[in-house]
């Protein structure tokens, strides 16, 4: 397993400053955070170096400012969010470099917190420019980074740090890579992996990295429409990228080469408009889907089985709904395979990790979210790595 340094290599920090890259791009609805989790997950690690006497200063971007001052994007619109996560007063810091930060360092006291400016108002951040690295780290001692959401971004802030001041992982991130390295890295088998979502296109190398990865692989969701396609199979007025056939048999013929069993639906739920409980509503063999019907889930008898084929697995990866699970009954699918999983997990024969928003969504919705391995929140960074790529703000916490 790739190495990295984590609080645990760090002893007394009384005096000492840690720059900490975390995720403060939250949601906001009226001028107020409407969900705190980021905040949450990274409040551990600010707390522990804090508590370590560590003059700690928060580092973080806030929406999309393109290199400009943007008020209603400063980062000091979570500050009040924070406050309460944390339970301590924050200082808030206009700036992130030069005289203003290194005046506040000086009133800060050993296990005070500071949150510096959004680091994308500066054009070199998102650049990775090394000047802008230089001056933020000059009023620093230590980097640690606790963002795994901005890890595929190789930032000044995320990845240019790292290399200039010693760098540690976060228990945030540390508690991610190792949720990753059980999951892909060096995994139990055998391997299952649940890839829903609408369309193929969006996760074409997640799903031609995974057929060389895992041992099953299932696949839901609009995507499946166009697998079912690609096999000759009518699916109706259904979402589908009939222009992918192709593409869809070639990921096909790979997982044949590779072992790997890929999982379509062969009983689907569908009707004639997409609503809540429709009229039209039935179930039915995918080879009975009417030129006017659209499948809109994965039907019982498949889920059945599927459920099946996780009880033989020892690992699960989950990214992506099986149906459109925000409209009842098309939720059935996911709320019934999302609950199979939680339970093989609670019996502690399946390991089971999943990431992105809508996956996020679903397995609340279904109520296990508490019951999965671990639950990524990372968007971007999770696919990322789900399509085998390296993620900078992580290669550079390497030590081996």
């Given at each position: ?26 949601p906001?609805?009226d ?5 705190d ?30 290199g ?14 924070v ?16 005289p ?48 795994f ?9 995320t ?15 540390e508690a ?18 649940v ?34 396609a ?53 179930t ?23 459920a ?24 059935a ?7 199979s999983?939680?339970a093989?997990?609670k ?8 990431g ?6 679903a ?38």
């Amino acid at each position: 397993m790739t190495k990295f340094r984590t609080l645990d290599d760090l002893g007394d920090l009384t005096g000492k400053v840690a720059l900490v890259r975390v995720d403060l791009n939250l949601p906001m609805q009226d001028g107020a955070v409407t969900d705190d989790t980021r905040v949450r997950a990274s409040a551990p690690t600010i707390l522990e170096l804090a508590a370590k006497g560590a003059k700690v200063l928060l580092l973080a971007h806030f929406g999309r400012p393109k290199g400009e001052r943007v008020s209603t994007m400063s980062v000091s619109m979570t500050l009040d969010a924070v406050q309460a996560v944390l339970g301590k007063e924050v200082m808030f810091v206009p700036e992130v470099a030069g005289p203003v930060v290194e005046q506040a360092v000086g009133i800060l006291r050993p296990g005070d917190i500071a949150m510096l400016e959004n680091t994308r108002f500066w054009k070199g951040e998102e650049k990775n420019d090394p000047e802008l690295a230089k001056a933020i780290a000059a009023n620093g001692d230590i980097y640690v980074n606790d963002a795994f959401s901005a890890a595929h971004r190789a930032h000044a802030s995320t990845e240019g740090l790292a290399h200039l001041l010693p760098a540690y992982a976060g228990r945030s991130m540390e508690a991610e890579l190792k949720a990753l390295e059980a999951a892909l890295g060096q995994p139990v088998r055998p391997v299952a992996a649940v890839v829903g979502g609408a369309k193929v296109s969006s996760k074409l190398d997640v799903l031609t990295h995974l057929v060389t990865q895992v041992d099953h692989l299932i696949i839901g969701g609009g995507m499946a429409n166009t697998f079912l396609a690609a096999r000759g199979v009518n699916v109706g007025k259904s979402l589908c990228e009939h222009d992918l056939a192709a593409t869809a048999e070639g990921i096909l013929e790979a997982a044949d080469k590779s072992g790997c069993t890929v999982h379509l639906p062969y009983d689907v739920v569908v009707a004639k408009e997409f609503a809540a409980n429709p009229a039209s509503l039935r179930t039915c063999n995918v080879h009975e889907v009417a030129e006017d019907e659209m499948i809109l889930d994965v039907g019982p008898q498949a889920v059945e089985a599927l459920a099946d084929v996780l009880k033989t697995c020892r690992t699960l990866v989950w990214n992506g709904p099986l149906g459109a699970f925000e409209t009842q009954p098309f939720d059935a699918a996911t709320v019934a395979l999302a609950r199979s999983a939680a339970a093989l997990t609670k019996e502690g024969v399946l390991t089971s990790v999943a990431g992105g928003g809508d996956t996020v969504a679903a397995l609340n919705h279904a109520g296990v979210a508490d019951d999965f391995t671990y639950i990524s929140t990372a968007g971007g960074a999770f696919l990322e790595w789900m399509e085998g790529k390296q993620l900078p703000g992580v290669v550079a916490l390497q030590t081996v």
